[in-house]
């Protein structure tokens, strides 16, 4: 069975802090993609990233990184100089066959001036 | 511009009083998805559809319906709605089976019943 686990339910930083966001996959398959979603306050679901299986390298986009290690089976998320539009709720998700996403019960970060 | 569309966004209702919740997208993606979100849950999907005609349950399937009778459109069927079912809901579709491609979302329904 697949499953997601975002062990922190909420995290409070100040401006500028950096913040890791955690996320813990499990699987048998060996073809498997991980994605993360940010949902603002709004309420919409944005893409942020898809890493397969196979590709293990580290991702940077901006302030933005993402951390996967298929030997602890995470897919961790990490903020650079935290802003407060950054504040969101943060799903981290896992896709094997037949499209279904796997969701995470989510981490809400709260970024305070 | 290439969107997810659902309707209504809100809705209050009662329960047992039918519903129908649209989900439309314009990009011809083959396979639509349902979920609902509930706090310390996740998204939990309900229903899948692979391509017209062609539907299948997620995981929490009990009390609704889908069909899927043109690509575009996979709307939400709740029959007789109860209080358990007060969530927000979010269609999403994909361009094809393979699973690698990200799933867009909808902008969320968010539903009480009463």
């Known amino acids: 069975a697949q499953k997601v686990t975002q062990a922190q339910t909420e995290i409070s930083v100040v401006e500028k802090e950096d913040v890791t966001l955690d996320c813990v996959y499990e699987?048998?398959?060996?073809?498997?993609?991980l994605f993360w979603y940010k949902q603002p306050p709004s309420g919409e679901l944005v893409f942020l990233i898809r890493?397969?299986?196979?590709?293990?390298q580290n991702e940077i986009s901006g302030r933005y990184s993402w951390n996967f290690q298929k030997s602890t089976s995470s897919f961790n998320f990490t903020i650079t100089a935290s802003q407060v539009v950054d504040s969101a709720v943060y799903f981290c998700a896992l896709r094997t066959g037949f499209q279904k996403l796997v969701f995470g019960t989510g981490t809400r970060l709260l970024v305070s001036p | 511009e290439a969107q997810v569309t659902q309707n209504p966004r809100y809705l209050i209702t009662v329960t047992g009083k039918k519903l129908t919740v649209t989900c439309s997208q314009n990009?011809?993606?083959?396979?639509m998805s349902w979920y609902r979100q509930d706090p310390g849950l996740g998204l939990r999907q309900i229903y899948y559809?692979?391509?017209?005609?062609?539907?299948d349950k997620g995981d929490v399937p009990e009390g609704y319906k889908v069909s899927r009778k043109e690509k575009r459109n996979f709307p939400l069927i709740l029959e007789s709605p109860s209080p358990n079912q007060t969530s927000l809901y979010f269609c999403?579709?994909?361009?094809?089976?393979?699973?690698?491609?990200?799933?867009?979302f909808g902008p969320g329904t968010r539903l009480t019943v009463t």
């Open positions: 999403a579709s994909s361009p094809r089976g393979g699973n690698s491609y990200e799933q867009y």
């Open positions: 699987t048998r398959d060996t073809t498997y993609y």
């Open positions: 559809s692979m391509n017209v005609e062609v539907t």
């Open positions: 990009m011809n993606h083959e396979y």
């Open positions: 890493r397969n299986s196979f590709d293990e």
